[in-house]
C-alpha cells in the first residue's frame, strides 16, 4: 500500500446475517484516495455505500481485507488504536449534521478539539477560523435553531475539518438539502478539500455533484466500478 494515498482498502468483505439469511454487502472491494483529492461513490440504496464509510473510517470492522489510513496499517489496532486513528487523521460529515443545540455555531465545529484537550480559546479560533472560509463568519455565535439548513451542514462540515483530519469521509451530506443548497454546501466543501489537502470519499445520489468530483465509483452488487464522469469546474 502506497503512502502516497490517505485511504487504501484492499480486498474488503463485509456480510450481515439477517432473518432471510446472510447478505455479502461487499465483495471484495479496492480503492485508494490520495490527498487532495474527491472521490465519489455512487449506487441505489442497500448497496452497501455506508458499509464502506463505515469500514473506512473504522466503525465497523470488515469480515475480510485491509484498511490503511495514511499508510498506518489497521489491521492489528485494538480498539482503542482505533479510536486514536480515528480521531486523529479522519473527520465524518453526514446527512444529518447532529449539531448539539444548546452551543452555537462555533461551538459545535470546536467540539472535536475541545473532546481532544485543546483550550477552549485555541478551539474557538480554529472554529471561526473555518466558519469564516465557509461563509459563516457572522453567524458563528447563532445556535443551530436559527441556522438555515444548508448553514447547519456548513457547520457540520467544519466541525468535521477542525482537528486537522486526514481522511474525510461524507455520507449524503447534501442529501437534507435543496438542490440550490446542495451545489452551495458541495463547492464550499471542494473547496475546503483543495485548499487544505484532505482527502475526500463521498457518498452520494446526486449525479450532478457526483459531476464536479476527480473520481466516481459505483457500488453495485458488492464490487466497484469506475465510471468517467463530466468535469464541472467551480
Not at 3 to 28: D, Q
Amino acid at each position: 500500500m502506497s503512502e502516497a494515498n490517505l485511504l487504501s482498502i484492499r480486498g474488503l468483505r463485509r456480510t450481515y446475517v439477517t432473518s432471510a439469511g446472510s447478505l455479502e454487502v461487499l465483495k471484495g472491494v479496492d480503492l485508494d484516495v490520495r490527498p487532495g483529492e474527491v472521490v465519489g461513490l455512487i449506487g441505489p440504496s442497500g448497496s452497501g455505500k455506508s458499509s464502506l464509510l463505515h469500514a473506512a473510517g473504522l466503525l465497523e470492522r470488515p469480515d475480510a481485507g485491509t484498511i490503511a489510513i495514511d499508510g498506518e496499517d489497521t489491521g492489528g489496532l485494538d480498539e482503542r488504536g482505533r479510536t486514536r486513528l480515528r480521531l486523529a487523521k479522519i473527520g465524518f460529515v453526514y446527512q444529518f449534521h447532529h449539531l448539539m443545540p444548546e452551543f452555537d455555531a462555533r461551538d459545535n465545529a470546536a467540539l472535536p478539539l475541545r473532546m481532544g484537550g485543546v483550550k477552549q480559546a485555541e478551539a474557538r479560533a480554529r472554529a471561526s477560523e473555518l466558519l469564516t472560509t465557509l461563509g459563516l463568519g457572522e453567524r458563528q455565535t447563532h445556535q443551530p435553531g436559527q441556522l438555515s439548513g444548508g448553514e447547519q451542514q456548513r457547520v457540520a462540515i467544519a466541525r468535521a475539518l477542525a482537528n486537522r483530519p486526514r481522511l474525510l469521509l461524507a455520507d449524503e451530506p447534501t442529501g437534507n438539502l435543496d438542490p440550490a443548497t446542495s451545489q452551495a454546501v458541495f463547492a464550499a466543501l471542494h473547496d475546503l478539500v483543495r485548499e487544505t489537502g484532505v482527502g475526500a470519499l463521498i457518498a452520494t445520489h446526486n449525479m450532478e455533484l457526483a459531476g464536479h468530483m476527480d473520481r466516481v465509483f459505483a457500488l453495485k452488487d458488492g464490487h466497484l466500478e469506475e465510471r468517467a464522469a463530466e468535469s464541472h469546474a467551480y
